[in-house]
């Protein structure tokens, strides 16, 4: 074989091989990318889905499940810094024995939505702090 040709065609090889590489290591990252905002926006789901805890029809079950999401959002957001920031205040106030503050908690909340970019824009204090409690009463 040509000296040449040997080398034209390994040159090709090695820049085929390049741009495959990088093709795999971009679908790589959108993955993890993905991945990361698909945990990030469950958190948030569940964060709202157990709001309950916070009025006065609260069960253990749902104190229970709002305390884990709580627990979680320092892992899930570590690399949001206006989400471990207002994190840090309301573990402060566990800390202190202080009632649960509504303000930093919808803070929170807030910053978590921006971190993903979900529009919360369209829903008020109350939206947060008024969840569905649909009560079944006993058949007639």
Not at 85 to 104: A, F, S, T, W
Not at 110 to 115: E, G, L, P, S, T
Request: proline share 4%; net charge positive; with cysteine.
């Amino acid at each position: 074989m040509n000296p040449e040709i040997a080398a034209t065609a390994s040159a090709i090889s090695a820049a085929l091989s390049l741009v495959v590489t990088i093709i795999l290591a971009r679908l790589a990252f959108v993955q993890f990318r993905y991945a990361r905002r698909k945990l990030k926006v469950n958190t948030i789901t569940r964060l709202l889905a157990y709001r309950g805890a916070l009025t006065s029809t609260k069960s253990e079950s749902m104190v229970g499940e709002f305390t884990v999401v709580l627990n979680e959002i320092g892992m899930v957001f570590h690399d949001s810094s206006d989400v471990v920031d207002l994190l840090k205040k309301c573990i402060e106030n566990v800390i202190k024995n202080r009632p649960i503050e509504y303000g930093p908690l919808l803070k929170l909340w807030r910053a978590m939505c921006d971190d993903v970019k979900i529009n919360h824009e369209q829903f008020s204090d109350d939206f947060f702090f008024t969840p569905f409690n649909v009560k079944h009463g006993d058949p007639q």
